[in-house]
């Protein structure tokens, strides 16, 4: 069955430090993998994709992610983290047959001062 | 432009009243979901319409009913609302062409609440 875990329910790291978000993933087939974001209060938007190709993802705000198929994961990371990236992050994936995308159930984090 | 809009943003009402929640998109997408999103912030899939096709309906009580009248709208109508059913609610959308689980974009969401 399809699914996708996000190991830490929350993360704590200081501003301008390094982020790392964890995701693994269990699918049947080739993945296309997902991350978004959700502020407070909105909706989510999207970080980026990996679909083919490239395994190392550059999204926006500064976050990237890497495709490792040997371990089933594609986590999220940014070299510096600011305090406006204080969110819930969500991993996601999905395939060529599918019509929906499983979504993990979110890493909340947090950004100290 | 906003892409995908939802509308109320806000919904306070009774338990057992009926309420409808409507969504639009100006993406041009074909395909159009509606999710709900607990308080844990778990986010479930509820329905997909494809070109005013429901092609995803999971297990949803049938007090739940979507209605897609062109492929640019979704709506999502709710009978009978119970204490459970509180929740934000949000809609996304993507373009399916070929196939695959292309990107989707979503909605500000509507953040309903049943007393």
């Known amino acids: 069955a399809q699914s996708v875990t996000q190991p830490d329910i929350h993360i704590t790291v200081s501003e301008g430090a390094s982020l790392e978000l964890r995701c693994n993933y269990s699918y049947g087939a080739t993945p296309y993998l997902f991350w978004y974001v959700q502020s407070p209060g909105q909706g989510l938007q999207l970080l980026l994709k990996?679909?083919?190709?490239?395994?190392l993802v550059q999204g926006i705000k500064g976050f990237e992610a890497e495709f490792k198929r040997s371990q089933s994961s594609f986590n999220l990371r940014k070299p510096s983290v600011h305090w406006s990236d204080a969110a819930e992050y969500f991993c996601a994936v999905g395939g060529w047959r599918d019509d929906k995308i499983i979504f993990g159930k979110g890493t909340r984090l947090h950004i100290l001062p | 432009d906003t892409a995908v809009s939802q509308t109320p943003k806000y919904l306070v009402t009774q338990m057992g009243n009926d309420k409808s929640i409507k969504c639009e998109q100006n993406?041009?997408?074909?395909?159009m979901y509606w999710y709900k999103q607990d308080s844990k912030k778990f986010l479930k899939i509820m329905f997909s319409?494809?070109?005013?096709?429901?092609?995803i309906n999971e297990t949803v009580p049938n007090r739940f009913s979507p209605k897609s009248p062109d492929k640019a709208h979704l709506n999502l109508h709710i009978n009978s609302l119970e204490l459970g059913d509180s929740a934000v609610y949000f809609c996304?959308?993507?373009?399916?062409?070929?196939?695959?689980?292309?990107?989707?974009?979503f909605g500000p969401g509507t953040r309903l609440l049943v007393l």
């Open positions: 319409y494809n070109n005013k096709e429901l092609i």
């Open positions: 993406l041009g997408h074909d395909t």
């Open positions: 990996y679909f083919s190709g490239d395994t």
């Open positions: 996304a959308s993507s373009q399916r062409t070929s196939g695959g689980a292309k990107t989707q974009y």
